[in-house]
């Protein structure tokens, strides 16, 4: 059953049950608490009114069950309600322990970047499987246990009096509480996948039909453009109204089965309870008593529901695996000392299946020097920047820095190596604080001055909060150029001789973009620059081209030579400049 | 409480009455099952046989299930109408998608489209089961029961009568004053929130700059931080429904001593007393039922507000229907005194105000300007895709106000920057405009555009899935699948191009330039570019600069002089070698 086979091998549930485990025993027994509060106050109660009614002489032989009856009518709600404060708390710190882990983990595995940034929001969807998490905490697991203690409760209670009776509701209980919610678990789960697999489908024709509009209104298909959903919506209507009707007929079934209960109490209370008025005196109490029972056991076919999702979640976040550090021995290597990288030879895929990425590619890049790399897109260009840091390794050939192997100074990278990106990413935080993420050392004066060199200041100081403007999720509160200007900032502080440009300005208008340009190389004359960039914008500022194509170097030499001698060049920097 | 609106919605009346006479069967149903488990209990209580109390514990029994059937049958009407209605919202979304079109959709956004059709719908369905059932129970099920109860014992009566109003006075000091805690942290409280995701894809950067291994225990005090923040917002959160928890429970306790006393003083006898018990519970329920799912249900509510807020956009298209008509080198078009301002959220949008411009046959005009001046909305106003306020505009002699006309966009191919390949094959998405079209003219096209070595060299050649989910293909060959939906058209003679060669590198631009070049014969091309080649290709220059036409002539005459077009190409050219 996949129920047990989800768990059997992992490790992102159950070695935390264990943990706080004064917290979450607390929070199990204030669960049980409540409903046991429930249960008695109805129990008291019945008492009460049944022994009333004898008329006894004196009124203080029911002032103890008055009294009861009371503390019970409290007890419930405050019970409950630290119950609920108890078992979020639990679940909240499993959280930031789980949130902890999954970070080192990702941390752990460069590469994993590298795999995953085509397939969407992988992040995303790694954070949500945590609060996925949370939610089988609070709404099964918790439930289901409790309800479970109570099952064992009641029917030993009752067992004490009456051995076979005790057993009878134990029985019917545990189709109650434990097999109605696995069978309805296994029958809906299969229901469940496909819902998903046809909901993940709408979600792409809905993403087609709405960003698509304008190539529909255009074609005229409006029919067509109905009809793109028409046939999914349905499956999955046809498919939810079955999970609907199997939920609303669960439920009449665990009500029929409680009523059959309530029937068995009211037999045998008066089969067994009716020799003398003192015991039939505690008829209404035990009946009365089952009722609130029911707000515990009917709802856990209810959390299970989620299941399919959770363990969806559970299962993705059992194949990440923290990857173990193979690094050889570390040298350091001091920013001043660095002389020069070289690449050599190098050749690399992805795996063996995919076909050879870059082959035999050799490149001497000197202190100081500009580098431009071009190439058409998917040849390349972002990958031999990856290898340069190290984050990927070649199958064939070496990178050096000076003379160590690239792998040999990854601890202390940063000193040697920034990168500026396509969509530099902004924390959402204070624009200060984003800045001095670079070089967390730097003084307030410091950071500003960075951000005025990169001309952002007249910006900055013109906006309401000034150096304390809160950039917004991606830095959505600034435009593209902006952003990357920001980036530059950040790694001015960081001050590494080596920076790494890949595509920066793809996106941008060629005035921003010569503005751009122009404040990098300005900023950055003195560093090594490897610039990844997809036209001849700007190549005036570097010292090197290196064009890539699928199997070579079609043509490498400075800019100005080039022009003077390659045909080829000449006419792609002539459309380039519309000369 | 209740959105009006819902009354508008096919079949609610009907679905209320249903639903009102349901309720009310279910309210003596539970009034049965409370009348006849006390009679039982009470002869169980005289010490009598079980034959005696055979007959209520079978009434009892019946009263139980007939109780939970009605609720079967209530759940079940409601889901179908809830069903049934989503669809009708969901066709009526999608009809408005398609008619109030790109405008709407930038204003609202594409995600909170696609959500509003998809999620927002599902919240609805339970909005529609909190509203109808669960109100109509709170509304129906109490005052049966209150009746009742009153004409057994006056003092329960009026013990259950007064606390209702505690119980709705306590949520509702209670539930502002959760309100207001949590509006006071909110921003805090997303930042906090968001910021464990934040960090994941923030991880490579991090990395980057070396603060990766340092930032987990940033983590972890954040995520503690978050925990400290959450459980003092909850503590006043969850204290209304502690207070309805608790008045409830209460008012069960005062009532069994009220009872007990009542019983013991011999007021009146058992039976009256223990039904009264059995039934407050009862009493309390819908109330609590109600109230628990009810901030779950808001959600709910919003979405089917935002829902009715996209249904109620006007759509302004005055449909003066433009006869067919075929576009041919003699063709032309007359824009005079066109306005256009946004009025959505989006306040980087440019409003246009362009006095004249004429477009006539298979002319090639070039559309330039820096970013935000007016370029893209220009063409989009052509496309017919955005409505301008006011225009005088002739099509071939005909007068009409806007583009968005049939007649003319049939005769349109529009490449956009980055162009929406649909989830389908590299077949379905040639064909688009045509999808009859044979695969042998399919196959033409695909030459035409160069897309042939491309298409051989895949497994599944033509039949191969692209668009999301299928299989990622480059910039380069996106915009050929495009060229040869262009190609394939050969009925629609006007092209309007929005930047389609922004994105790509220099070498592929190249490669593209000779199958653009051989389809802009024949053609009305409309260009907005800002890569300076194309320029040399068209025949007309309209320089765009802050929404109006800053200049416009043949690029040789505009050349000539200092003007905006000569500053624009000196600044876009930026230093040369």
Redesign the interface.
Same mark, same amino acid.
């Given at each position: 059953m996949n129920f047990f086979k989800t768990f059997k091998s992992d490790t992102w549930v159950k070695p935390y049950i264990k943990q706080y485990k004064g917290l979450l025993i607390t929070a199990l027994i204030l669960g049980l608490l409540t409903s046991f509060c429930a249960a008695a106050l109805m129990f008291t109660s019945g008492y009460t009114i049944d022994k009333a009614a004898t008329h006894p002489i004196n009124i203080l032989l029911i002032y103890i069950p008055i009294l009861l009856t009371r503390a019970f009518g409290i007890g419930r709600p405050v019970f409950k309600y630290i119950e609920r404060l108890k078992s979020h708390n639990w679940v909240l710190r499993v959280t930031s322990d789980l949130r902890t882990r999954l970070y080192k983990t990702l941390e752990s595995d460069a590469s994993f970047f590298n795999e995953h940034h085509k397939t969407g929001d992988i992040m995303g969807l790694l954070s949500e499987d945590i609060s996925h998490l949370q939610n089988l905490y609070l709404r099964t697991i918790f439930p289901a246990v409790i309800s479970y203690l109570l099952t064992i409760i009641a029917s030993i209670a009752l067992g004490v009096f009456n051995r076979s009776f005790g057993f009878f509701v134990f029985l019917l209980l545990f189709l109650e509480v434990f097999l109605v919610p696995l069978v309805s678990v296994s029958i809906e789960s299969a229901r469940r996948a496909y819902q998903k697999s046809v909901k993940s489908d709408l979600y792409v024709q809905l993403t087609d039909n709405i960003l698509g509009v304008d190539d529909w209104i255009i074609s005229g298909r409006k029919v067509d453009f109905k009809n793109l959903t028409a046939s999914n919506i349905q499956n999955l209507d046809r498919s939810q109204n079955k999970s609907k009707a199997f939920r609303r007929n669960r439920d009449f079934l665990l009500q029929l089965i409680f009523a059959a209960m309530v029937v068995c109490f009211l037999i045998f209370t008066n089969l067994t309870m009716t020799h003398n008025q003192e015991q039939a005196n505690f008829v209404a109490a035990v009946v009365l008593a089952i009722f609130p029972l029911s707000d515990a056991i009917i709802p856990v076919s209810q959390g299970f529901e989620e299941w399919p999702t959770y363990r969806d979640s559970i299962n993705r976040l059992n194949t990440i695996k923290p990857i173990p550090n193979n690094l050889p021995i570390q040298k350091e290597l001091k920013p001043q000392n660095f002389k020069d990288i070289s690449i050599e030879n190098i050749t690399f895929e992805y795996n063996s299946s995919s076909p050879i990425l870059i082959k035999n590619f050799s490149q001497k890049i000197q202190h100081g020097e500009k580098l431009a790399l071009l190439g058409p897109s998917g040849i390349g260009k972002t990958t031999i920047l990856q290898l340069i840091l190290g984050d990927l390794t070649p199958q064939q050939g070496q990178i050096k820095v000076n003379d160590l192997d690239i792998s040999q100074i990854q601890v202390n990278r940063e000193k040697i190596f920034s990168v500026l990106n396509q969509k530099p990413f902004l924390f959402n935080t204070t624009l200060l604080n984003n800045v001095r993420l670079g070089n967390e050392q730097k003084s307030d004066a410091e950071v500003k001055r960075a951000i005025d060199r990169v001309g952002l200041k007249d910006l900055v100081e013109s906006l309401p909060d000034q150096y304390n403007t809160i950039v917004g999720e991606n830095g959505s509160r600034f435009s593209g150029g902006e952003q990357e200007r920001i980036a530059l900032a950040r790694i001015l502080l960081q001050d590494a001789p080596v920076v790494l440009l890949d595509e920066p300005t793809v996106g941008l208008d060629p005035i921003t973009e010569n503005d751009l340009l122009e404040t990098f190389f300005d900023v950055l004359k003195d560093k090594t620059i490897i610039w990844v960039t997809h036209h001849l914008q700007g190549i005036n500022h570097v010292d090197h081209v290196v064009f890539m194509n699928s199997d070579k170097i079609e043509m490498e030499g400075s800019p100005k030579d080039l022009y003077k001698t390659n045909k080829h060049f000449q006419e792609l920097y002539q459309m380039d400049q519309g000369l | 409480m209740i959105d009006k609106r819902l009354f508008r919605l096919p079949g609610t009346k009907k679905l209320l009455l249903m639903l009102a006479g349901l309720t009310l069967l279910q309210a003596f149903v539970v009034l049965f099952q409370g009348k006849y488990?006390a009679e039982?209990?009470v002869?169980?209580? +005289?010490?009598?046989?079980?034959q005696t109390?055979i007959y209520p514990?079978i009434l009892?029994?019946s009263a139980?299930?007939l109780r939970?059937?009605f609720?079967?049958i209530n759940?079940?009407i409601v889901?179908n109408y809830a069903?049934k209605t989503s669809?009708t919202i969901?066709?009526k979304l999608?009809?408005k998608?398609?008619d109030a079109?790109?405008e709407m959709?930038s204003d609202e956004g594409?995600g909170n489209?696609?959500t509003a059709? #998809?999620d927002g719908i599902d919240l609805v369905e339970n909005y529609f089961k909190l509203i109808f059932t669960k109100l109509m129970n709170m509304s129906i099920i109490p005052p049966v029961l209150l009746i009742y109860i009153y004409t057994q014992n006056i003092a329960s009566g009026i013990t259950l009568t007064i606390i209702v109003p505690l119980v709705i006075l306590f949520m509702i000091i209670l539930g502002l004053a959760a309100q207001s805690k949590a509006d006071a942290q909110y921003a805090q409280y997303t930042?906090l929130s968001?910021?464990?995701?934040?960090?994941?894809?923030?991880?490579?950067?991090?990395?980057?700059?070396?603060?990766?291994?340092r930032?987990?225990k940033n983590?972890?005090t954040v995520?503690?931080e978050?925990?400290r923040r959450?459980?003092n917002t909850? @503590?006043i959160a969850?204290?209304s429904?502690?207070a309805l928890?608790?008045l409830t429970?209460?008012g069960?306790?005062?009532?069994?001593?009220f009872? *007990?006393?009542?019983?013991?003083n011999?007021s009146f006898?058992?039976f009256p007393?223990?039904v009264t018990?059995?039934l407050a519970?009862e009493y309390f329920l819908p109330l609590r039922d109600f109230s628990n799912d009810y901030h779950a249900t808001l959600n709910g509510k919003n979405a089917l507000n935002s829902i009715f807020e996209i249904l109620e956009r006007p759509s302004a298209a005055k449909n003066e229907t433009l006869k067919d008509f075929a576009w041919d080198e003699n063709s032309k078009i007359d824009i005079n005194k066109l306005q256009f301002k946004y009025n959505g959220v989006n306040e980087d949008e440019v409003s246009l105000d362009i006095s004249k411009l004429k477009l006539t046959g298979y002319q090639k005009i070039g559309v330039i300007g820096?970013?935000g001046s007016g370029k893209t909305t220009l063409i989009r106003t052509i496309? *017919?895709?955005l409505l301008p306020d006011q225009a005088d505009i002739s099509i071939n002699g005909q007068k009409v106000s806007n583009f968005k006309q049939?007649n003319w966009?049939?005769k349109?191919?529009?490449l956009?920057q980055s162009p929406?390949l649909?989830?389908g094959t590299i077949l379905e998405n040639i064909s688009?405009?045509r999808?009859n079209a044979t695969l042998e003219q399919i196959k033409k096209a695909a030459e035409s555009a160069g897309l042939e070595d491309f298409i051989n060299s895949l497994s599944k050649g033509y039949e191969t899935q692209i668009? +999301?989910?299928g299989r990622?293909i480059? *910039?380069?060959q996106q915009q050929r699948i495009m060229l040869a939906r262009a190609f394939l058209a050969d009925d629609r003679h006007v092209l309007i191009f929005d930047e389609p060669t922004? %994105? #790509?590198?220099?070498?592929?631009?190249?490669a593209l330039?000779k199958p653009m070049e051989k389809l802009f014969k024949n053609h009305l091309v409309i260009f907005a570019t %800002? @890569?300076? %080649?194309?320029?040399?290709e068209m025949d007309y220059v309209i320089v765009m600069n802050d929404g109006i036409i800053a200049e416009q002539g043949t690029p040789e005459e505009l050349s000539e002089h200092n003007g905006a077009f000569s500053q624009l190409?000196k600044?876009?050219?930026?230093?040369?070698?």
């Open positions: - | 488990l039982a209990l002869n169980s209580w +005289e010490q009598k046989s079980l109390i514990m009892f029994a139980f299930i939970h059937l609720n079967l759940t079940k889901e069903s669809e969901r066709s999608l009809d998608i398609y079109g790109p959709i594409t489209l696609v059709s #998809l930042i968001n910021h464990f995701l934040d960090a994941l894809r923030g991880l490579p950067t991090l990395k980057m700059l070396g603060l990766s291994k930032y987990a983590i972890y995520s503690d978050y925990r959450t459980m909850l @503590r969850i204290l429904t502690f928890d608790w429970t209460l069960i306790a005062i009532l069994a001593v009872l *007990g006393l009542g019983l013991i011999n006898p058992l007393a223990l018990l059995i519970p820096k970013s496309g *017919g895709f049939q966009q049939n349109l191919t529009f956009p929406y649909f989830s688009f405009y999808p668009g +999301e989910g990622g480059s *910039g380069g922004a %994105h #790509l590198d220099i070498e592929t631009e190249y330039k %800002h @890569r300076l %080649h194309w320029i040399k190409i600044n876009m050219r930026g230093d040369q070698l």
